[in-house]
């Protein structure tokens, strides 16, 4: 969908093709483009196909070049886009800016909040009739809210891992997992938007003055907090994802063990019952009622003290375990309490030297 935009009183002002004003400068905003976008732009504005279809093409990296044949400039810029209806709601996409004479048009196979944030002029001081002005206010306002967007990353993150300290589900991993692409895209967007601001100051593509290259500072201290906060909360969501992994492994340690010692319970009535059912003589063999009620008699018996020989070991495993802790934790404080008296010997003998004095 192409959409036609000029400043009016200091505000953008969708307009139709045919009211535009020629003496304007007029931003051409195309966001979700089809086949039909692609041919208007081909032929109305002078745009290369092929630039268009790397400017669509979603892992295209950020750049900035000069199409001299047609005297246009190219600058592809990473957007942080939120798609509440994916399975991965946070990932970026480039956008297209080619600015020619009175001409900005902007090209992006999705919509995006940055977008979203000209077109509702809710971007303060915006001149559009300095496109190189234009391009970094829209690197700013990526930058802007790439954090906002890492901000509520984090905060889901958090609810994700307060839900998996009660029970750890593969739904909260596979939340985890997708929160977690989305900050690799983040990342890995960032440094492609930091490297176009570093070309941007070396090569003379784009004109800065004063005003833009402080505007340029401020979309650099933005980027490098927003990759800094990216790469930590990778860090702590790649850890916390090896906690539960490690908690989830030592609750199947404790289920198998608990399983283990039933079967071992069991496999004494079970020796028991199979012993009487061969086919020799043994004990109670013609004895009725009273014969099945011995050996039934036997069974439980043997399992109830197979159980608490069972249960005895773990339980003075348990206190084994409790009396070590125990005894490190009165060491510690021995060891502490000889520290602060050693501290107040040495208070003391301070004190003396200078009473003496």
């Not at 401020?218 to 490690?246: G, L, R």
């Not at 005895?312 to 309490?337: C, D, L, M, P, V």
């Amino acid at each position: 969908m192409i959409n036609y935009w000029q400043q009016e009183e200091g505000k953008l002002v969708k307009l139709n093709e045919e009211d535009l004003d020629r003496r304007k400068t007029t931003w051409i905003d195309a966001r979700n483009v089809t086949r039909d976008d692609i041919e208007i732009l081909e032929t109305k504005f002078d745009i290369d196909k092929d630039t268009i279809i790397d400017i669509l093409d979603p892992d295209e990296l950020a750049r900035i070049e000069q199409i001299e044949e047609k005297n246009q400039t190219l600058t592809l810029i990473k957007l942080p886009v939120f798609s509440p209806n994916s399975d991965i709601q946070y990932f970026t996409a480039p956008v297209g800016v080619i600015t020619k004479d009175k001409t900005i048009v902007t090209i992006c196979w999705t919509d995006s909040e940055v977008l979203k944030d000209f077109s509702t002029n809710r971007v303060a001081n915006l001149a559009l009739k300095d496109s190189t002005a234009f391009t970094i206010r829209i690197m700013a306002r990526a930058d802007w809210t790439f954090l906002r967007y890492l901000k509520e990353i984090n905060r889901r993150a958090t609810t994700i891992q307060n839900e998996m300290f009660a029970a750890v589900e593969n739904k909260e991993f596979v939340q985890l997992l997708n929160l977690q692409k989305s900050l690799v895209f983040f990342s890995t967007s960032l440094k492609s938007n930091q490297l176009l601001l570093e070309k941007i100051r070396k090569s003379k593509i784009l004109r800065l003055d004063e005003e833009d290259q402080d505007w340029l500072d401020d979309v650099e201290i933005d980027s490098k907090q927003a990759m800094e906060m990216a790469d930590t909360y990778m860090n702590i969501m790649s850890q916390m994802n090896d906690a539960f992994a490690s908690v989830l492994s030592n609750n199947l340690n404790i289920i198998m063990k608990k399983m283990t010692l039933i079967s071992l319970v069991l496999m004494i009535p079970t020796f028991i019952t199979s012993f009487w059912g061969m086919n020799i003589p043994l004990p109670w063999m013609n004895s009725g009622w009273l014969g099945m009620v011995a050996i039934s008699c036997l069974c439980l018996g043997t399992g109830l003290i197979g159980w608490w020989m069972l249960m005895g070991s773990t339980k003075t495993a348990q206190r084994a375990k409790q009396k070590k802790k125990n005894f490190k934790q009165y060491k510690a404080e021995k060891k502490q309490k000889k520290l602060i008296q050693i501290a107040e010997k040495k208070a003391e003998k301070i004190t003396h030297k200078h009473i003496k004095n």
